[in-house]
């Protein structure tokens, strides 16, 4: 564990792109557009696809299984309304490109509705079985909400060899521009952290750790007051860290926060971490305590070009366009439209790609907030500054990898690390000639994994 001279938790490498969070930061979570067609993709998840449950023309219920899958590595999907099934075919997908959706529509339009979740009085998470917590998890579809999708049933799943010792929650909610986490700690309080002892409870944690960086103060303030009127107080500690980018990446809150690195190609459960999301901590306790599937989620819809910026509660399928047209629309011509945060988010050409259970925000970007740089400089040749190396979070020579990539030199990359980036776009935002670093080792993985027939040539 690294701290710097104020006494915040932090790691080596990264960088500090202005956060922009004073669009949206003071917004209320506040109710979606009401929707009458949704487009809900099979898969919003690691592993293996959904397997569509229902048929053109059926009538489904909200909260009614349409996707359901056998693989252990799997979450099901849900109705966000009652209506009629439209479809089943394929549809704009922000990573996979297109992706096979069950399209429904309800007679009329339907507004969402923030849950109204209520702690149990005395709740005790003991109350509850590990394979309860489990079950509820993977029959509410339950992912990994920050951005990764990792079931979350299978990552809170009790397992001996070896022992998950600590449990470590991400609110760190490093991108700029992206509010929903933090909004979900200072509204939904009680929620997160009944969620927090669900999973500790489920994976057999004896620790704790809530991760938050210094730029909330208000969220430390509110979790470490509920945490000590709860009387957790011995079993749950808020730790501040030094608000930096990707301090939210898992591999670099565990080494600020513990100390600890991971394996290079390994997972947190390798050295007894489970690292959950606050949004996904929330959705727990709707599962667990009050049966409820993720069908809705908190969305920051973001960007100097929104007219009206905000958190809104938002069904899962609801089309971008559909949302941003909510928000008011642009006041000003938009340059690019990003599903996530503008460091690893994934630029959409299609606005009426559907809500995923990962998408936490719309960023609007226009034409200054990329820069005059990126549209109107050519790159120029690697001056080998050596910034790049020292700004990786994972210590790689981002350089050597992308000029591997572009020379078609796969072996080389490899030896490299191409696969321990973790594409968190450090080495582009500061390379002096304009060289998209990211870009190039995103390629280089794509072709490796299409060498090893992973994916479709």
Sequence with gaps: MTTDSQGRSTFTG????????????????????PVKE????????????????????????????????????????HAPIAGKVKEIALQSHPVLGRSPAVTIVAEEEVQPAAPSF??????????????????????????????????????????????????LVNACECEPYITC??????EWTDQVITGIELAQRACGASKVFIGIEDNKPKAIETMTAAIQKLGLGGAMNVVRLETKYPQGGERQLI??????????????????????????AAALAEAVINNQPLTHRVVTVTGEAIANPGNYYVAIGTPV???????????????????????MGQAIADLNTPITKTSGAITVLTKEQIGQAKFERRQTACIRCGRCLEVCPENLNPTSIAHAVKSN???????????????????????????????YIKTGKIFLARQRKQMPA
């Design 409 to 439: 030199l796969l072996d080389v990359a490899e030896r490299h690390f191409i696969g321990a980036c973790i594409e968190c776009g450090c080495c582009s935002y500061v390379c002096p000639a304009n060289i998209e670093l990211t870009g």
């Design 255 to 280: 080494n600020a926060v513990m100390g600890e690195h991971v394996p290079t190609g390994g997972i947190p459960p390798m050295i007894g971490v489970v690292v959950l999301n606050v949004a996904t």
């Design 181 to 186: 986490d933090y909004r979900l700690m200072l």
């Design 321 to 343: 366009q559909t949302l941003i047209d909510f928000c008011g629309g642009v006041t000003t011509k938009s340059a690019k439209v990003v599903m996530g945060g503008p460091m």
């Design 38 to 77: 949704l487009a809900i993709f099979l898969s919003q998840h690691i592993g293996a696809p959904c397997q569509a449950s229902v048929a053109k023309a059926a009538m489904v219920e909200a909260g009614q299984p349409i996707g359901e899958c056998q693989g252990f590595v799997c979450a099901p999907v």
């Design 118 to 167: 209520q702690r149990p009085d005395a709740f005790d998470p003991k109350t509850y079985n590990r394979e309860q917590i489990c079950d509820a998890a993977r029959e509410a579809g339950l992912v990994g909400m920050g951005g990764a999708g990792f079931p979350t049933s299978v990552k809170i799943h009790h397992d001996a060899k070896p022992a998950k010792h600590t449990l």
């Design 14 to 33: 990264g960088v500090h792109p202005p956060d922009s969070k004073h669009l949206t930061e003071d917004k209320a979570i506040a109710p979606g557009p």
